[in-house]
């Protein structure tokens, strides 16, 4: 079974609209890079035609075309982590199906590659996005920096490259959820970054809400750090030391001038304050409890129903 030079994995979730497009600009892309390389397209539930597209195109070119098929939406890093599991390149590319980031740029992340780069992570030249997408990736990039020191100029764009390498150290890796472009860049030795061009949306909408967006930074700040635990603790400590001092002043009061009727809105001020900084610091436990369970149960992370590919290929 031969290795090819490249591996390309694409997530697919319901993109029925992009799917030809898509096909017309990667396959002529590939081609032109003379090079041997594979596509590997994971359809990760999708309810439209997907996943018939997707088997046409397979018998289309199955010399080069992988298709996975999912029985149910595990999401688009399970999507990837399993293109990962049966990718054969020396290098592995994942790109989104919207065509946001278009195919014909994979040359320059190929180039960094050959230089001997392990990982390529990639910034969008001009962000085809609303306003506020942009804020809250400003946000969350600086948050997620400071808590985990993974440097990645723009997490959001999902046009990367991985070495051999890189792919085999994350196939070891068995966490339920993970962030694969800074679990990629905790393997690798010499990172870098190129820009590349973004592109609206050929047809469809975004997959990721506000909601999905912050629940993936979530995800990202901890599975990599405890800081956010060490934060509270280091504030508990804070809020104690303040409370104490505070019980102390108040009984001064009581003693030097005796019971006072105005000061009970502001004890509920400040109970209802220190009762915030609890919930909020229970809500951070919870979310690692949450990957906890998330672990110890050992479900699989996904279910495929089918694998379209060459026979001499399933050996």
């Known amino acids: 079974m031969s290795t090819p030079k490249l591996t390309v994995v694409?997530?697919?979730?319901?993109?029925?609209?992009t799917l030809e497009a898509l096909f017309?600009?990667?396959?002529?892309?590939?081609?032109?890079?003379?090079q041997t390389y594979e596509i590997i397209f994971i359809n990760d539930g999708s309810r439209?035609?997907?996943?018939?597209?997707?088997?046409?195109?397979?018998?289309?070119?199955?010399?080069?075309?992988?298709?996975?098929?999912f029985n149910g939406n595990f999401g688009q890093h399970r999507a990837i982590l399993a293109g990962f599991a049966h990718a054969?390149?020396?290098?592995?590319?994942?790109l989104d199906a919207d065509l946001q980031n278009p195919p014909e740029d994979i040359t320059l992340l190929l180039?960094?590659?050959?230089?001997?780069?392990?990982?390529?992570g990639s910034i969008r030249r001009k962000r085809n996005d609303s306003w506020w997408r942009h804020v809250a990736s400003r946000a969350m990039n600086g948050l997620r920096e400071r808590i985990t020191h993974i440097h990645m100029t723009d997490?959001?764009?999902?046009?990367?490259?991985?070495?051999?390498?890189?792919i085999d150290t994350i196939n070891q890796c068995n966490e339920m959820n993970t962030f694969i472009p800074a679990l990629a860049y905790s393997f690798a030795q010499n990172p870098t970054e190129v820009v590349i061009g973004h592109?609206?949306?050929?047809?469809?909408?975004?997959?990721?809400?506000?909601?999905?967006?912050?629940?993936?930074?979530?995800?990202l700040m901890t599975g990599f750090s405890i800081v956010p635990l060490q934060l509270f603790s280091m504030l508990g400590m804070l809020v104690s030391m303040g409370?104490?001092?505070?019980?102390?002043?108040?009984?001064?009061?009581?003693?030097?001038?005796?019971?006072?009727?105005?000061?009970?809105?502001?004890?509920?001020?400040?109970?209802?304050f220190l009762l915030g900084i609890a919930l909020f610091g229970i809500g951070i436990l919870g979310e690692y409890i949450g990957r906890i369970y998330h672990e110890v149960r050992d479900r699989p992370r996904y279910l495929i129903s089918a694998i379209l590919q060459k026979e001499e290929e399933q050996a």
């Open 155 to 166: 997490q959001g764009c999902m046009m990367r490259a991985y070495s051999r390498r890189i």
């Open 48 to 69: 439209d035609k997907s996943a018939a597209i997707l088997s046409a195109q397979y018998h289309l070119r199955p010399e080069v075309t992988r298709v996975i098929l």
């Open 10 to 17: 694409i997530p697919v979730y319901n993109e029925e609209a």
């Open 243 to 272: 409370s104490g001092l505070l019980v102390a002043y108040l009984m001064a009061r009581r003693l030097i001038l005796g019971p006072e009727e105005g000061g009970v809105f502001t004890l509920f001020a400040i109970a209802f």
């Open 199 to 219: 592109e609206e949306r050929f047809a469809g909408e975004s997959k990721y809400s506000l909601y999905s967006l912050i629940r993936l930074n979530f995800d």
């Open 24 to 34: 017309a600009r990667l396959y002529k892309s590939l081609d032109a890079l003379g």
């Open 111 to 120: 180039a960094e590659i050959d230089k001997g780069h392990d990982y390529v």
């Open 88 to 94: 054969r390149g020396e290098c592995v590319i994942t």
